[in-house]
């Protein structure tokens, strides 16, 4: 999720909900079984000096677990999501030829085996990230689809470029 991004997101789901039932980069095989918890809204978050996250080798941190349960209690839970600046950025990340392709594995799978649905897994991105974001969206969304789980994306602001 990266740092100001992430800080961002967890700052507003946290700050605008009592106690809202997520954690934030439970660890997570390619397989998708669970290997810690991660963190919730209530407990020391990344920056803070009593923050610690044990991290298991070959554990993946997808972003965010929406749903009642624990990660490792292997319960159903709602829906996992990622993070992304924009929907190029998650592309390069997760396309067919990406660079972090088992982080997409071990949400296909723990969505397949731990959530409600069993076949969605939500992207969210900060920008759409230019002109080409719709094909890029279709083309990510076939990709999975041919895995067997359905990709929603959801881009929160239209235009990459801010201006100061």
Known sequence: MGKLLGGLAETAICESFNNPPVAFEPGITPKGRPTHDGYTCTEPRVGDPNFTLAIQAGSKRPDILFGPYRA????????????????????????????????????????????????????????????????????????????????????????????A
């Open 72 to 163: 490792t209690s292997e319960q159903t839970n709602w829906v996992i999501t990622e993070v992304k600046l924009s929907v190029s950025t998650l592309v390069r990340a997760y396309g067919r030829n990406g660079t972090n392709r088992e982080q997409l594995e071990a949400i296909e799978h723990y969505t397949r085996k731990h959530t409600i649905t069993h076949s969605i897994a939500t992207f969210l991105t900060l920008f759409k990230g230019g002109n080409r974001y719709k094909a890029l969206i279709r083309r990510f969304q076939r990709e999975s689809f041919t895995s067997g789980f359905a990709a929603v994306v959801i881009s929160v602001a239209g235009n990459e470029r801010i201006k």
